[in-house]
């Protein structure tokens, strides 16, 4: 019984391949990764795997394969594409069971990237296999990744007005998918996953203020304005003005989600905002 993890060197990737050794052996699981050499130090076999490739040719990394984690790939504005090439393949090589990673509230949000997600399920709902839809809310490092501007300019600025953000860490995301992937009684089932404790970015940047004994408000900008900011530190100007949008959905409330279904599932309380910031702040001296 082989589980194979797409994006195995990715950041939410590795986190799953580690969260998963605790639960199966090494050698059940497989790494699919454009690129194998980069998988060496993960400690599990890893094939070839591109989402922009045929379905064929994607098909014959999957043999063998019974479970296959499929994370959303982070070319954005073709993902809907590649992840219908990866069914597909799933189709071709006998893929029992695919689990998903989408969005929080794909079919309600106003995320631009809610469309590929959804795009995706609909995909999975069809293609006659087996699926899990894990629908992430914001990794808390999403934000916390600001940190080292955020000292540097001596504010944190944004968007997302006081929208509340259930942000939660990225490895409490790897240990769902590694929950849900080792208990077949969760196929069927759509999870939206977020974090415990809302917070507000004026609470995160008082948090990074307490921890780092600095005096970093929160400053709240129009949208083109803060996604000029984000082009001018080197961001490309598709990617801040992305960036600069996804905030605004957070004020909407698009990144707020009080189910406590992510504690649910892995039976530990998320990781509060707090530790995240310490580590940030840890990563930044």
């Known amino acids: 019984m082989k589980i194979g993890i797409t994006g195995a060197t990715g950041q939410l990737g590795r986190l799953v391949v580690e969260k998963l050794k605790g639960r199966v052996s090494a050698d059940q699981i497989v790494a699919l990764v454009r690129t194998p050499q980069?998988?060496?130090?993960?400690?599990i076999?890893?094939?070839?795997?591109?989402y922009n490739n045929h379905p064929e040719e994607l098909a014959s990394s999957l043999g063998g394969i019974d479970k296959?984690?499929?994370?959303?790939g982070n070319e954005i504005g073709q993902r809907a594409i590649q992840h219908a090439h990866v069914i597909e393949a799933a189709q071709i090589a006998g893929v029992k069971w695919i689990v998903y990673t989408s969005l929080l509230h794909a079919d309600t949000s106003t995320l631009s990237l809610a469309s590929e997600h959804l795009a995706t399920e609909a995909a999975l709902k069809t293609s006659g296999i087996a699926y899990s839809i894990l629908r992430n809310g914001w990794y808390t490092e999403n934000y916390t990744g600001s940190v080292?501007?955020?000292?540097?300019?001596?504010?944190?600025?944004?968007?997302?007005?006081?929208?509340?953000?259930?942000s939660a860490s990225r490895a409490d995301y790897a240990e769902a998918a590694a929950v849900v992937l080792t208990n077949e009684s969760h196929k069927g089932k759509t999870y939206e996953l977020a974090g415990d404790n809302a917070y507000t970015l004026t609470e995160l940047a008082a948090e990074i203020s307490r921890q780092s004994g600095k005096n970093i408000p929160y400053r709240?900008?129009?949208?083109?304005e803060y996604a000029s900011v984000l082009k001018n530190v080197g961001i490309p100007e598709?990617?801040?003005?992305?960036?600069?949008?996804?905030?605004?959905?957070?004020?909407?409330?698009?990144?707020f989600d009080e189910t406590h279904q992510l504690s649910t599932l892995i039976g530990r309380p998320t990781t509060p905002m707090p530790e995240v910031v310490k580590v940030a702040l840890k990563n930044t001296q």
Do not use: H, Y
């Open 238 to 255: 598709g990617f801040a003005l992305a960036i600069a949008g996804w905030d605004v959905s957070a004020s909407k409330g698009d990144l």
């Open 45 to 50: 076999e890893a094939r070839q795997f591109d």
């Open 148 to 166: 080292a501007g955020a000292l540097a300019g001596g504010a944190f600025l944004g968007s997302a007005g006081d929208g509340r953000i259930a």
């Open 220 to 224: 709240n900008l129009p949208e083109t």
């Open 38 to 43: 980069k998988a060496s130090d993960l400690g």
């Open 68 to 72: 296959l984690l499929l994370i959303s």
